[in-house]
């Protein structure tokens, strides 16, 4: 029999925070401003302080053991070693004792690192606080209700006023879209606040009464997409789509593959003739727009020419994290006025920045997320089922994203991609509501854990969380 953990009040609103800091990160402009990211460290002390008072009130320590952690606390750690001085550099321009470091620009590398550690405390949290069947239908209701409301905002600002975000701030240095500061960080987020229902839809999760309601908040956040003229954001969400309709069909099931087919290609059209009803033809113009744009951001053969080139002179540790601004200039053939502080490829600025060693970091993170993914995208139930293929779809489509963009560099789309990672996992979850559907024989070894660390209220009994 498995005993329950006491809900104690931090755990609430421990759990509410979690869904608040979603909405937070997406409205505070992406939350890519210092005052915006001081707020977000806020709630990430607040987080760890919930955590602390729901452990004392409970009893019990609770974390998650799930081994896709392990690279992102690899990557703080390894931020922080390229910040070790070893020895002095040679004297410069009459100045010595200056610290001779792995990272270029030791103080970036820090607050990379600091950033980084934030996210691992967001993502051990969602790990462990959606811990219930319930809870995590909570959470993918609210990221649809929440995604579709934020794009219904963005086509509407971007009718009344294009250039300005709320009607206020205004971006001189990209076109914006919807509350993000640049349209392609936009894209990103609405190709991760579709998968999910997108996913329940492809796996016939969703009751017969309420279909048309999210293939309606799924067509919309689609539209939006498509009316911020994102390039990549429209080549994620195709490979998305693909990636779903593989996913959910079965082998040598080439009926069901027809379907899915049919179904994908009517999505697509409908998204399409959407955006061309809101936005006139110009919606479609807007790639071409782009494709031929002077702005030196667009053009990324450049940048990726002189990346490429920061990679070879900084192998195998890299130039240090968040350090390509520093390690990007003397590489520049331009005059350099144009200050380039991202590669636009997050691949390219993973060798540039950590070298051979964030190389096999990013790709054990990637291994273990699609093995965990398609482990639990087997199981019986058919919502987990679906919140799993949507949300490991959504990642796929960010990942494909990352070729173009440095999407995964602002706050708001990381925030979102770490919270469809860890519904991946807790998909996978077998919790108290459906335990009967288990015989003691088949249970499997937990992958989560808690500590003991006084007697809870309810005799010191508790429950032990399951994770794939």
């Not at 452990?55 to 922080?80: H, M």
């Not at 607050?111 to 069947?133: C, E, G, K, P, R």
């Not at 914006?176 to 796996?203: C, D, I, K, Q, W």
């Not at 939006?224 to 969400?237: E, M, W």
């Amino acid at each position: 029999m498995i005993n329950e953990i006491e809900t104690t009040w931090a755990n609430k609103i421990l759990f509410f925070l979690l869904c608040a800091t979603i909405v937070y990160t997406a409205l505070a402009y992406g939350t890519v401003h210092q005052p915006t990211i001081s707020v977000f460290y806020l709630l990430t002390v607040s987080v760890v302080f919930l955590w602390a008072i729901d452990a004392f009130s409970s009893g019990v320590l609770r974390f998650n053991k799930s081994l896709i952690q392990i690279p992102l606390a690899a990557a703080v750690l390894y931020g922080l070693f390229q910040t070790i001085p070893f020895g002095s550099l040679a004297e410069t321009a009459g100045v010595t004792g200056i610290p001779h470091t792995i990272s270029l620009d030791p103080f970036s590398t820090q607050v990379a690192a600091l950033h980084l550690f934030a996210y691992l405390i967001f993502l051990a949290a969602l790990l462990t606080y959606v811990d219930s069947a319930k809870r995590l239908r909570a959470i993918v209701s609210f990221i649809t209700i929440f995604g579709f409301a934020f794009a219904f905002f963005a086509i509407l600002q971007a009718v009344l006023s294009p250039n300005k975000i709320y009607g206020i701030y205004e971006s001189q240095f990209a076109v914006p879209f919807g509350s993000f500061v640049n349209r392609h960080n936009f894209a990103a987020y609405m190709e991760m606040t579709l998968a999910a229902p997108l996913g329940l839809v492809f796996v016939g999760a969703i009751p017969r009464d309420k279909r048309l309601l999210y293939v309606t908040a799924i067509g919309l956040m689609g539209i939006a997409l498509l009316l911020s003229g994102s390039r990549g954001g429209l080549i994620s969400l195709l490979a998305e789509i693909f990636f779903l309709v593989i996913l959910t069909t079965k082998t040598k099931s080439y009926g069901q593959f027809a379907v899915k087919i049919a179904f994908a290609v009517l999505l697509v059209a409908t998204i399409v003739v959407g955006a061309i009803l809101i936005g006139g033809e110009s919606s479609l113009t807007r790639f071409a727009e782009t494709a031929t744009s002077q702005d030196f951001s667009t053009n990324r053969t450049h940048i990726w020419s002189v990346t490429m080139a920061v990679i070879k002179n900084n192998l195998p540790f890299g130039a240090g994290l968040g350090a390509l601004g520093v390690a990007y200039t003397p590489f520049d053939s331009l005059n350099g006025f144009e200050r380039v502080e991202q590669a636009h490829n997050d691949y390219l600025q993973i060798l540039a920045d950590a070298g051979i060693v964030g190389f096999l970091i990013g790709a054990f993170f990637v291994y273990k997320l699609f093995r965990t993914g398609l482990k639990n995208a087997k199981t019986s139930d058919t919502f987990r089922r679906g919140v799993c293929v949507g949300a490991l779809a959504g990642c796929f489509a960010i990942l494909v994203h990352s070729l173009f963009d440095f999407v995964l560099h602002i706050t708001a789309v990381a925030f979102m991609f770490i919270t469809l990672i860890s519904m991946v996992v807790v998909s996978g979850n077998r919790n108290s509501e459906d335990v009967e559907e288990r015989s003691d024989t088949h249970r499997r070894k937990d992958s989560a854990s808690i500590t003991p660390i006084g007697k809870g209220k309810r005799g010191g009994k508790i429950s032990r969380l399951k994770s794939l």
